[in-house]
């Protein structure tokens, strides 16, 4: 079954760079999240869109921005990249804003396998 | 401020007998907590969720526990095999958000 695919595999960049994650959803899913994944931390939700409009939003820095396009793909956009912006950045998608109970309206969150970015 | 805490970083069971790993939680506003399973260079893989509105959800060797007055809910895996060695992540959803906290992980470690 086709699953969440996310693109670079690993990125290195300098710091103050920009960096550009994108994200690849479920076939049918209308709905993609972000999170970060700090060395040795779990992983902190950023944001995330439901049909292409910011549905929620968490720990993300002012220097990120995303969008989802109108294919449902989305992107995170990372500007005057620090050190500690070094991590796994994980993307999940979701039919239906995943709200509990999951329904054929809505389901679990399926992560894609990251992209590791590191910032020199 | 850590909503979701899996107090045990790791876990080492030998193959065959039972796994249990713990999660507790702080925001009384949770009513529906999963778990996901990760292996090294892969994205989280949801495995089982439960409802606040059940004590118990099981799927093959997999069962939740849910114990709301202590906040509290374990994953129970039996028989433990090699290939559940992995980390674990606790995760809940409350209230109106849409987001999904995850708690630190715990590494299970099978022997065989």
């Known amino acids: 079954a086709a699953g969440v695919i996310q693109s670079p595999r690993h990125l290195i960049k300098e710091k103050r760079e920009t960096a550009t994650l994108k994200c690849y959803p479920i076939p049918r899913h209308d709905t993609v999240y972000w999170y970060q994944q700090g060395p040795g931390q779990d992983p902190q939700f950023l944001i995330s869109?439901?049909?292409?409009?910011?549905?929620d939003k968490g720990s993300i820095p002012d220097r990120f921005s995303a969008q989802q396009f109108s294919d449902y793909h989305s992107e995170l956009n990372m500007s005057s990249l620090e050190l500690g912006d070094s991590a796994l950045y994980f993307c999940?998608?979701?039919?239906?804003?995943?709200?509990?109970?999951?329904?054929?309206?809505?389901?679990?969150?399926?992560f894609g396998n990251g992209t590791r970015l590191t910032v020199t | 401020d850590q909503q979701v805490k899996q107090n045990s970083p790791s876990l080492s069971v030998q193959e065959g007998r039972i796994s249990i790993l713990n999660c507790d939680y702080t925001?009384?506003?949770?009513?529906?907590f999963l778990w996901y399973k990760k292996y090294p260079a892969e994205g989280p893989t949801f495995l089982i969720s439960?409802?606040?509105?059940?004590d118990k959800n099981e799927d093959g060797r997999f069962t939740v526990f849910l114990n709301k007055s202590a906040k509290h809910l374990s994953l129970h895996i039996v028989p433990s095999q090699p290939g559940d060695s992995a980390v674990y992540f606790c995760a809940a959803y409350g209230g109106a958000t849409n987001k999904l906290i995850f708690g630190t992980g715990t590494l299970l470690a099978v022997q065989p």
């Open positions: 925001n009384s506003m949770f009513d529906y």
């Open positions: 869109f439901y049909e292409k409009m910011q549905s």
């Open positions: 999940a998608s979701s039919l239906g804003p995943s709200r509990a109970p999951f329904s054929s309206y809505n389901s679990p969150l399926h």
């Open positions: 439960i409802s606040s509105i059940k």
